[in-house]
Each structure stands twice: as structure tokens, then as C-alpha cells.
């Protein structure tokens, strides 16, 4: 079992930065891949980014290549993401989430989510 609580939201300006985090409890949070998800009213839950349980490996959507990165510290039990040069199209709720599996870009194959923090990027 394991909790997600995302942090570091808010309103930026286009070409801004934002860093977010997720604090996880759980003894096991080491044990799995994590994902950072987003999603806008009307469309469907989408990849921004995932790492695997070490941080060896990391997988970005085309759409933050680039912009994003994925980190995790598994002594402190948080994952971030590491948002720059923000545009008005990364404005989303952000969520969190954990993976029991190998880890997936899929949002359905993910076992823990967050309550999300939202990112708002004005023009």
C-alpha cells in the first residue's frame, strides 16, 4: 500500500518553471515505477512522464521532451518533476502515481494516484 500527495503547483507565465513533487509513504515506495500524469476538463488522463524503481530508466510523452524531467530520491520517498519553459498547453491537473508492475506510459495499468496539484500557464 502506499499514499500520494502531490505539491508544487500553481499559476506561471509561459516559459516559466515549476518544480512539482510527490511525497509517498509506504516502506515499498522503492519497489515501484512512478508516473507523472496530466489531464484537462474534457480529455482523457495522458503520460508526461514515468521512472523506473531505480531511476534507471525514464520515458517523457513527445509533447515534454525536452522540458520535463523525471527524477526520484527513494531515500526521501518523493519523485518529482521538473517543469521548464512552460507553455499554455501544459496547463493540466497533474497527478502522481504508483506502479506496482514495470511501469507504463498507460495511466490504466497504475495502481496509486495522488489528488493531483494544478498547473496553470497564462500567455
Known amino acids: 500500500q502506499v499514499q500520494l500527495v502531490e505539491s508544487g503547483g500553481g499559476l506561471v507565465q509561459a516559459g516559466g518553471s515549476l518544480r512539482l513533487s510527490c511525497a509517498a509513504s509506504?516502506?515499498?515506495?522503492?519497489?515501484?515505477?512512478m508516473g507523472w500524469f496530466r489531464q484537462t476538463p474534457g480529455k482523457e488522463r495522458e503520460v508526461a512522464a514515468v521512472?523506473?524503481?531505480?531511476?534507471?530508466?525514464?520515458y517523457y510523452a513527445d509533447s515534454v521532451k525536452g522540458r520535463f524531467t523525471i527524477s526520484r530520491d527513494n531515500a526521501k520517498n518523493t519523485v518529482y518533476l521538473q517543469m521548464n519553459n512552460l507553455k499554455p498547453e501544459d496547463t493540466a491537473a497533474y497527478y502522481c502515481?504508483?506502479?506496482?508492475?514495470?511501469?507504463?506510459?498507460?495511466?490504466?495499468?497504475?495502481?496509486?494516484w495522488g489528488q493531483g496539484t494544478q498547473v496553470t500557464v497564462s500567455s
Open positions: 502515481a504508483a506502479d506496482t508492475g514495470w511501469g507504463s506510459p498507460d495511466p490504466s495499468v497504475y495502481d496509486y
Open positions: 509506504g516502506r515499498k515506495f522503492s519497489s515501484y515505477a
Open positions: 521512472i523506473s524503481w531505480n531511476g534507471g530508466r525514464t
